[in-house]
């Protein structure tokens, strides 16, 4: 969800582990909202007992409310609107829309929806049952066709003012927040709580979440965990918390710098390990941190 123009950025697995999503490798995707591989996405814990899902529930809801407190909800979301659209009015982002020519097509709204990783085309048409008279609803078909290519076949010339147009609608902005909640946020914060993490951790698995996307691959975020869970045990593993964020951290960078959109690493570096050096894992406010040399500040 990067404009155009800016320089984008041992012990057993623990049992209790969060629902991941089978969207398959983001070896073929992985820029825009986090190089989502097309694919219809199903639970990877679906051979989990319901006793083990329960336990996984109740273990949660013992715990602190961490980043989905409501507070700290609004700064994760701030947070990922300085590195996404270098601004931390993220509610104004729910009509921004281009090409910024990464391979994914449109990046679109709040948490940068692309049209080549299907996560986009969902949106629409779940939007689309509720309000079958909205806007976007005539371009599915296109959203069906380039779905897991950068084309805009179909789509152009409309389709980018058909969305600023649909997302003055309050429904297709709680459209929007629902599906980054259902896709991105609730599935990083619950892994990060059952791995021990306290807020921050929280969001850092919530940020590579966003960029990285929820594959299983090398470049997906449950690759990265799993690359890291190879050389540090999770605080739930008995391991040390900031030594085990700070090895996150490195393969994330490592992976970002692959990519030539990715390559400005300043969202991790000069933001998110900041904060861990300066021991704040709880994400205490105030915070000041730098983005692709801009700085920000929430008092």
Not at 4 to 23: D, E, I, K, Q, S
Not at 124 to 138: F, I, M, Q, S
Not at 152 to 165: I, N, R, V
Not at 187 to 199: C, I, N, S, Y
Request: aromatic residues 10%.
């Amino acid at each position: 969800m990067k404009r155009a123009g800016l320089l984008l950025l041992a012990v057993a697995p623990v049992a209790t582990v969060a629902v991941y999503f089978l969207g398959g490798d983001s070896d073929s995707a992985d820029a825009g909202a986090g190089g989502k591989a097309p694919g219809t996405q199903r639970p990877y814990d679906e051979d989990k007992t319901a006793a083990e899902r329960k336990a996984d529930d109740k273990l949660i809801a013992s715990l602190p409310p961490g980043l989905a407190a409501p507070a700290k909800k609004e700064l994760a979301q701030q947070l990922v609107a300085s590195a996404e659209n270098s601004t931390l009015n993220w509610r104004g982002q729910y009509g921004y829309i281009e090409d910024i020519d990464d391979g994914n097509g449109y990046t679109a709204g709040i948490i940068g929806f692309c049209t080549g990783t299907h996560d986009l085309l969902t949106l629409v048409e779940r939007y689309t049952k509720d309000h079958p008279d909205n806007g976007l609803a005539r371009y599915l078909p296109a959203l069906r066709k380039v779905d897991g290519s950068d084309s805009h076949e179909g789509l152009d010339p409309g389709f980018t003012e058909a969305w600023k147009a649909e997302a003055a609608e309050p429904a297709f902005r709680k459209a929007q927040d629902r599906t980054r909640d259902r896709v991105y946020f609730d599935p990083a914060v619950r892994l990060a709580k059952l791995d021990g993490l306290g807020t921050l951790g929280q969001f850092i698995y919530y940020d590579a979440m966003v960029l990285h996307g929820p594959g299983t691959g090398p470049r997906g975020f449950y690759g990265l965990r799993e690359a890291a869970l190879k050389e540090a045990n999770t605080p739930a593993q008995g391991g040390k918390e900031k030594a085990y964020l700070d090895i996150f951290l490195d393969i994330r960078t490592k992976v970002m710098k692959e990519k030539k959109a990715h390559r400005d690493t300043t969202r991790v570096e000069t933001a998110q390990r900041q904060f861990l050096y300066d021991g704040n894992l709880g994400l205490k406010t105030p915070l000041e941190w730098k983005v692709y040399g801009e700085t920000f500040k929430v008092p």
